[in-house]
């Protein structure tokens, strides 16, 4: 039985490579490269990718029973603001679904353009 306190062992289950390119692919219409190379984060699950044309995508799956839907497209409106006033940030691209956050069971995710 999982509770609201319980830490999942599995909290990203499924989550490989063929998984993660193909979500990337349908949410974004784009062929991607074969990379697909897991980054290290303490909370969430990162990922980087390629698409067929060289440009580089991170995709981000949020931590389950952490982040609810409102707060992550919280943060995603604020990165939006903070990019309209000019502030250097890097903002979720805009998905399938016409929204920056999107699902795949019970995960959300965001694709971001890869800077640096």
Known sequence: ??????????????????????????????????LCRQLNSYINRVFELETADGRGLIIKFYRPDRWTQAAVQDEHDFLHELQQQEIPVIPPLQLANGKTIGGYRDLFFSVFPYCG
């Open 1 to 34: 039985m999982k509770n609201k306190n319980s830490i999942s062992l599995r909290p990203f289950p499924e989550l490989g490579p063929e998984t993660v390119l193909n979500l990337v692919e349908a949410e974004l219409d784009i062929p991607c490269s074969n």
